[in-house]
């Protein structure tokens, strides 16, 4: 659907982000569709309230469909019926297509208002780590939206899917670049938190499509999905075991990996912080002795480096650490070095 269309995809992403309210604090975002279905992820700053989110995210679906129809020239208004086909107007790429958020619709508010309530009551909103996590790792391996004895990761169909997420992704996450006036020059809609997602989820569906990683996986290679007289049906028992085995071994495995990751990234600003603290400690013991001799300083750094390495990588692990413990312990070592009474009470 929108895998040959990065201009588009980066442009709808940057406006999704650009449509953020005090009470859906959008920061970054990433739209996934095709015939079927239609992803959009979002990272907030804060806390959101699911039906906050789900009423947003229609508002702009609806505003979006409107305004491409009207600029691609539809006789036809937009109704509730007619989303699926309303859509196809963002099939080539042509982001002129794509509204801002501040752009005007043609159709009036209170319209919007009717049809954003009746497509948010078809929406589904997951939220938190691990739910997004699994979502995005199972539409990737091809597990999403089937009963388990249909799985076949190793299908044309489910290639794909990975074509258009690893596509997608790109679009939406390389640095800007191009003439001021092309979407590639927008900042990068999808940052930190959902590419740590949506790697995670690529490397679910190679893993999964991988024998060494699941080898039940080489025994569907020889069957075909669908309908058609070519077809050869995976048998059920056979496609039940085999999405059992990439459940529990890659899907499971994936989740944890990505939710410390995650953790890990949150823990960034901690890191930082601690880090300040020890060394504005370190300063003023260094300004209490009133030492200026390079080699002394150079030391009490080298030693401070020394003593913040361990609680560096306890958080960049996802760990907890007590940043006043770790202040006073690196403090009582530097005034040791410096011959310097401090209280650490």
């Known amino acids: 659907f929108f895998v040959p269309r990065p201009n588009t995809v980066r442009k709808l992403a940057s406006s999704m982000v650009a449509s953020a309210s005090e009470d859906v604090p959008i920061v970054e975002a990433l739209v996934l569709g095709n015939c079927k279905r239609l992803d959009v992820y979002i990272g907030c700053s804060s806390a959101v309230r699911g039906e906050d989110l789900r009423i947003h995210i229609a508002n702009q679906l609806i505003c979006q469909m409107e305004i491409a129809t009207y600029r691609n020239e539809q006789p036809k208004p937009i109704v509730a019926a007619a989303f699926g086909s309303a859509l196809k107007t963002l099939q080539p790429d042509q982001h002129n297509l ?26 589904e909103v997951t939220t938190g780590a691990r739910g997004m996590t699994e979502y995005c790792c199972v539409v990737a391996m091809g597990l999403a939206g089937r009963p388990a004895h249909a799985y076949n990761p190793s299908s044309s169909r489910d290639a794909h899917i990975m074509l258009q997420l690893n596509r997608t992704f790109q679009a939406v996450s390389s640095p800007s670049k191009g003439p001021p006036t092309s979407p590639s020059a927008l900042p990068p809609p999808c940052k930190a938190r959902l590419s740590v997602l949506v790697r995670t989820g690529l490397e679910a569906g190679k893993a999964a499509r991988n024998p060494a990683e699941a080898p039940l996986v080489r025994k569907l290679c020889g069957y ?122």
């Not at 085999?242 to 410390?260: G, K, Q, S, T, Y």
Request: net charge negative.
């Open 98 to 123: 794509i509204a801002w958020p501040d752009d005007k619709c043609p159709l009036d508010a209170d319209s919007v208002s009717t049809l954003a309530e009746e497509l948010s009551r078809s929406l």
């Open 224 to 345: 075909r999905s669908g309908s058609g007289r070519y077809a050869i049906p995976v048998p059920k028992e056979l496609a039940e075991e085999a999405a059992d085995e990439a459940r529990n071994l890659v899907l499971e495995p994936a989740i944890e990996r990505c939710i410390d990751k995650l953790r890990a990234l949150g823990n960034g600003s901690s890191i930082g912080g601690l880090r300040r603290e020890v060394e504005m400690a370190s300063q003023q013991l260094l300004d209490e002795a009133g030492t200026s001799d390079p080699a002394t300083i150079l030391a009490v750094n080298r030693r401070v480096q020394q003593l913040l390495h361990a609680p560096t990588l306890e958080l960049r692990e996802g760990g907890s650490v007590c940043a006043d413990d770790v202040v006073d312990s690196i403090t009582e070592v530097v005034s040791e070095m410096l011959n310097v009474n401090v209280n650490v009470d």
